[in-house]
């Protein structure tokens, strides 16, 4: 076979969820298969994360995305003779003949209004904007759609009355990385850039307003004036004025010293900041996955995460469960948790197990297994 992946912004420095699912899966089938060859489609950037071998070939552009993913990758596909073309970013080309596979993450962006959700950047807008405007077209253009869970299956198949069999849930996994014996000399040098006090939470805020920052920050706020000063909130990707203004609003701006942004955090050393972490919060308003959780769970950390939308599928009974919309709910999440050492205890074996059940092995292998497939039946139908 001969295929294309659009592999999108995997070179950005700062990635982020599809970038490290389309990346995982592009480096284990670069493991796992030797005979088929695969073109990598990626936008240039200075993080050249995946290098081409016998049967790995990478194509890199330049410009705006749209035009490059809608006019100029359906030539490109057409020229290299591509067998398939498999997009991992929930858009792909609404034109051309060649096989297509797209992995729809969620379809988040088709229940609020764009323009005037409130809490987005114009980035943010415009991206939902076009994927809007293309996944609709997308449902029946693609020969396969993948998705990551089985609750965002049942809202793709019901939101677009598609028969069950039209979408295939392949599930993420966790990256090897994510382990919880690592190298005390690692866990100190980690400890040091980011100034990380002794007792922490963990929360991966950002802008997105399903990331839930608000709601958190203010449960962790309220934790500090029940149960005392006892741990600091170390908040990645957003804004200390932003947090300060929550906790104003709140009457809680006496505890903004204990919440600290720290930035981006790179990935190779995200497993040592959820190690040392005593607790690893996601309570998000909606996923379609939730991969953090599970490298929460993998690094040995206890996770306190959401009861609704894919949380609990991806969770499973290894985490604890809160309502995301309930700020008292979370505050109670914080102290069950933080004041009992054998529900601590319990988390971390449940979710050390729970971790080992998702691969990204077994996702390449289920994602090459439907290339199989797809490629199969275009070549019986061309026959018949």
């Not at 994927?131 to 396969?144: C, E």
């Not at 006090?197 to 950002?206: D, H, T, V």
């Given at each position: 076979?001969n295929?294309?992946?659009?592999?999108?912004?995997i070179f950005?420095?700062?990635k982020h969820g599809?970038?490290?699912?389309a990346l995982e899966?592009?480096?284990?089938?670069?493991?796992?298969?030797?005979?088929n060859?695969?073109?990598?489609?990626?936008?240039?950037?200075?993080?050249?994360?995946?290098e081409?071998?016998?049967?790995?070939?990478?194509?890199?552009?330049?410009?705006?995305y749209?035009?490059?993913?809608?006019?100029?990758?359906?030539?490109?596909?057409?020229?290299?003779n591509?067998?398939l073309?498999h997009?991992?970013s929930?858009?792909?080309?609404?034109g051309?003949?060649?096989p297509?596979v797209?992995?729809?993450?969620?379809?988040?962006?088709f229940?609020?209004h764009?323009?005037?959700?409130l809490?987005y950047?114009?980035?943010?807008?415009?991206?939902?904007?076009?994927?809007?405007?293309?996944?609709?077209?997308?449902?029946?253009?693609a020969?396969a759609?993948?998705t990551?869970?089985?609750?965002?299956?049942?809202?793709?198949?019901?939101?677009?009355?598609l028969?069950?069999?039209r979408?295939?849930?392949?599930?993420?996994g966790?990256?090897?990385?994510?382990?919880?014996n690592?190298?005390p000399?690692f866990?100190?040098k980690v400890?040091?850039?980011?100034?990380?006090p002794e007792?922490?939470?963990?929360?991966?805020?950002n802008?997105?307003?399903k990331?839930?920052?608000?709601?958190?920050?203010v449960?962790?706020?309220q934790y500090?004036?029940?149960?005392g000063?006892?741990?600091?909130?170390?908040?990645?990707?957003?804004?200390?004025?932003?947090?300060?203004?929550?906790?104003?609003d709140?009457?809680?701006?006496?505890?903004?010293?204990?919440i600290?942004?720290?930035?981006y955090?790179?990935?190779?050393?995200m497993?040592a900041?959820m190690?040392?972490?005593?607790?690893?919060?996601y309570?998000?308003?909606r996923?379609?996955?939730g991969?953090?959780?599970?490298?929460?769970?993998a690094t040995g950390?206890?996770?306190?995460?959401?009861?609704?939308?894919?949380?609990?599928?991806?969770?499973?009974?290894?985490?604890?469960?809160?309502?995301?919309?309930?700020v008292?709910?979370?505050?109670?999440?914080?102290?069950?948790?933080l004041?009992?050492?054998?529900?601590?205890?319990?988390?971390?074996?449940?979710?050390?197990?729970?971790?080992?059940?998702?691969s990204?092995e077994?996702?390449?292998?289920?994602?090459?297994a439907s290339?199989?497939?797809?490629?199969?039946?275009?070549v019986?139908?061309?026959n018949?």
């Amino acid at each position: 076979m001969n295929i294309g992946i659009e592999a999108q912004r995997i070179f950005r420095v700062h990635k982020h969820g599809m970038d490290f699912v389309a990346l995982e899966l592009i480096r284990q089938l670069q493991r796992l298969d030797r005979h088929n060859n695969y073109h990598i489609f990626v936008k240039e950037g200075p993080d050249r994360c995946i290098e081409e071998s016998d049967n790995f070939f990478i194509h890199t552009f330049k410009g705006g995305y749209p035009i490059w993913e809608q006019v100029k990758l359906p030539k490109l596909a057409k020229q290299l003779n591509l067998d398939l073309l498999h997009c991992t970013s929930n858009t792909a080309p609404l034109g051309g003949t060649i096989p297509l596979v797209v992995i729809i993450h969620d379809i988040i962006y088709f229940e609020f209004h764009p323009l005037f959700t409130l809490g987005y950047t114009l980035f943010q807008r415009f991206g939902n904007i076009y994927r809007r405007l293309v996944v609709s077209r997308l449902i029946k253009r693609a020969n396969a759609i993948y998705t990551v869970s089985y609750f965002e299956h049942k809202r793709l198949t019901q939101f677009f009355g598609l028969p069950n069999n039209r979408v295939q849930v392949i599930y993420n996994g966790v990256s090897s990385h994510f382990q919880p014996n690592l190298d005390p000399n690692f866990l100190h040098k980690v400890r040091e850039k980011y100034k990380l006090p002794e007792r922490y939470c963990l929360f991966l805020g950002n802008t997105d307003p399903k990331k839930n920052t608000r709601n958190t920050v203010v449960a962790f706020a309220q934790y500090c004036k029940a149960a005392g000063r006892t741990h600091h909130l170390m908040v990645a990707d957003s804004s200390q004025v932003t947090i300060h203004q929550y906790l104003v609003d709140a009457g809680l701006e006496e505890f903004t010293n204990q919440i600290q942004v720290i930035g981006y955090i790179d990935n190779r050393e995200m497993p040592a900041l959820m190690n040392m972490a005593d607790l690893f919060l996601y309570p998000s308003k909606r996923e379609g996955f939730g991969i953090p959780i599970l490298e929460g769970m993998a690094t040995g950390t206890p996770v306190l995460t959401s009861n609704v939308a894919s949380m609990p599928e991806v969770a499973g009974n290894a985490a604890y469960l809160v309502d995301p919309f309930n700020v008292n709910d979370i505050t109670q999440g914080l102290i069950s948790i933080l004041s009992d050492e054998e529900i601590q205890k319990n988390l971390r074996k449940k979710g050390l197990e729970r971790a080992k059940e998702f691969s990204w092995e077994r996702t390449a292998k289920a994602t090459l297994a439907s290339y199989r497939r797809i490629v199969d039946q275009d070549v019986n139908d061309a026959n018949l």
